[in-house]
């Protein structure tokens, strides 16, 4: 049969068909076989293109196998994405993960210390940078940056007061920041009357502390020597409050009893639209470690009181130094003279609050 | 004469078929789709030589054609593609069949027709009306193992060559020459004895 196939090569071929020449029988079996073959072969009639085009519409919309991946891949996609926001998108107020990380997790505050001459004053500087505010306002909230910064946000109109309680404790030569207080903007057409007094501000400052006193309202801490450098930040969503006082965060937080003391206390705006923002501060003397809580608390007590009495200007962020001359030796250094604060162009200005 | 220079010209200006299997292999459908129309009769073929049921034939070819796009990404271009096509047509009407239940295969005796032929059953065939011999021939191969049935379809019908056989099963070529040796000697068999002839 391989013969009959021209499957068998010379010269068993040969071989092959010079028997098949004088064999009737193989050769009429091979005539017999042949003629079968070529019958049933032959014995075909194509369908017609109509029935073979119907096929191929039939396979063309049959999804092929790079389409099916696709839609594989975008399905993944899409759970990766519903997984994302439910990760890290916790409540519907839109708080998100990265936002309570921010407000629980020490922001970049450098706490430097540098050797100074006799004759120099003794000073610190609290810086609060403004890139890193609109960044976390922008994170947070999704207001664009040139908004933030040109004043075109509904939430430019009022400085409020953010949960601050920077505590400077000494260990050593080095220094921990527990907390820290912060600024925000909101809308504010019922914002109380600013605090007069410092007696006021300490009055209130001790119920921050109070309010403040959960764990996870500490904004941060960091270390203070001489060349280290200390965390400090500050940040979340507050509500409306005085000086020193308003530590209310999103309904996500953390701390019921504090959230609670401080709405019997602070009326809640609805609409809390600002962000955190990081004090950088700088310490200029080696002595400057030696600063006690309180004193810190009060430094921060004054520069909410320099903000809150500025609450109806148009400020988006401040940047301002803080300057203290020869008082962070002393016991009582609340008493302080705003002594420069721009008529204009807070977005970028710098707020000098000098200490006598 | 105009025909065929318009038809020439047709053809040098369209794809080759390696240059598709390569379009085809990275995706492309309508190198696919070309693929198909080059490929389309030749496996409704063998699919219909296989079930011999139109209905049952278009199906396989269409699944065949399916199977073949979406496995077309691991073809190796490599390869020779009508081999790769025949095995999935072939292993797509066997399977059918397996699952219709309609294997009625029947095991002819080896010595059923194995030997040589008598002279009375060649002439029996030999005699026959063409029309009876072709029914008789394709009732024969449906009693085939689907073994033997493809590569009785694939040598005679489609007139592969062992080599080719061999690769599109993917068995020695020694098995095709016994598995096409005994499918032919029982076919033989069954259509001399459907004739009413003597083996």
């Known amino acids: ?356 | 004469m105009i025909f065929h220079l318009v038809y020439f010209l047709t053809a040098g200006l369209a794809a080759s078929e390696p240059e598709l299997l390569e379009r085809a292999v990275q995706g492309d459908k309508e190198a696919f789709g070309e693929i198909v129309r080059m490929y389309e009769k030749r496996v409704f073929r063998v699919a219909r030589r296989m079930c011999n049921c139109d209905d049952d034939a278009w199906d396989i070819t269409q699944d065949a054609f399916i199977k073949a796009m979406k496995a077309m990404h691991s073809f190796n271009t490599e390869y020779r593609f009508f081999t790769w096509m025949y095995r999935i047509v072939t292993n797509t009407a066997i399977n059918l069949s397996r699952s219709r239940g309609r294997r009625a295969e029947v095991e002819f005796d080896e010595g059923y027709g194995g030997g040589g032929q008598t002279a009375t059953a060649d002439t029996t065939i030999q005699e026959c009306n063409r029309d009876i011999l072709v029914s008789a021939v394709q009732k024969a191969v449906e009693k085939l193992t689907p073994a033997l049935r493809s590569v009785f379809v694939l040598r005679v019908d489609q007139e592969l060559s062992y080599e080719e056989i061999a690769e599109t099963l993917d068995i020695a070529t020694g098995t095709v020459m016994s598995r096409l040796n005994r499918a032919r000697s029982s076919v033989k068999s069954f259509v001399v004895a459907e004739l009413g002839g003597k083996p």
């Not at chain 1, 809390?272 to 501060?281: H, M, N, P, R």
């Open chain 1, 1 to 356: 049969m391989a013969w009959c196939d021209n499957e068998i090569v010379s010269p068993e071929a040969n071989h092959i068909s010079e028997h098949i020449k004088h064999c009737d029988s193989c050769r009429a079996f091979t005539i017999t076989q042949k003629q079968m073959e070529s019958v049933w072969r032959d014995a075909w009639t194509d369908p017609g293109e109509v029935r073979f085009a119907k096929m191929r519409s039939s396979v063309k919309q049959e999804t092929p196998w790079w389409r099916s991946q696709r839609t594989w891949f975008i399905a993944a996609a899409i759970c990766a994405a519903y997984i994302g926001v439910k990760v890290f998108y916790i409540d519907g107020t839109g708080t998100s993960l990265s936002s309570i990380a921010l407000q629980e997790t020490p922001a970049s505050v450098q706490v430097t210390t540098t050797d100074i001459s006799a004759d120099q004053d003794e000073s610190f500087v609290v810086e609060m940078e403004e890139t890193a505010a609109v960044e976390c306002a922008e994170e947070e909230f999704e207001i664009p940056q040139d908004e933030l910064v040109s004043g075109q946000s509904e939430a430019s109109e009022v400085i409020e007061e953010l949960s601050v309680d920077l505590s400077l404790t000494e260990s050593g030569s080095d220094v921990v920041f527990n907390s820290v207080e912060g600024y925000r903007l909101m809308n504010s057409e019922d914002s109380p009357e600013p605090l007069e007094t410092a007696d006021e501000v300490l009055e209130q400052e001790a119920f921050s502390r109070t309010a403040t006193a959960c764990p996870t309202e500490s904004a941060g801490s960091g270390m203070v020597g001489e060349g280290l450098s200390g965390g400090v930040g500050g940040g979340g969503s507050a509500a409306y409050g005085s000086v020193g006082t308003s530590i209310l965060r999103d309904s996500d937080h953390q701390c019921d009893d504090s959230i609670e003391d401080a709405q019997t206390v602070l009326p809640v705006q609805s609409e809390i639209q600002l962000t955190a923002y990081i004090v950088l501060v700088t310490l200029e003397s080696k002595e400057d470690i030696q600063i006690q809580r309180f004193q810190w608390n009060s430094l921060f007590l004054m520069i909410d009181t320099l903000l809150e009495d500025n609450w109806n200007r148009s400020v988006e962020m401040l940047v301002f130094t803080v300057s203290s001359q020869g008082i962070l030796s002393g016991d009582n250094m609340v008493e302080g003279t705003v002594i420069d604060i721009p008529e204009a162009g807070y977005g970028d200005c710098t707020v000098t609050v000098q200490f006598f």
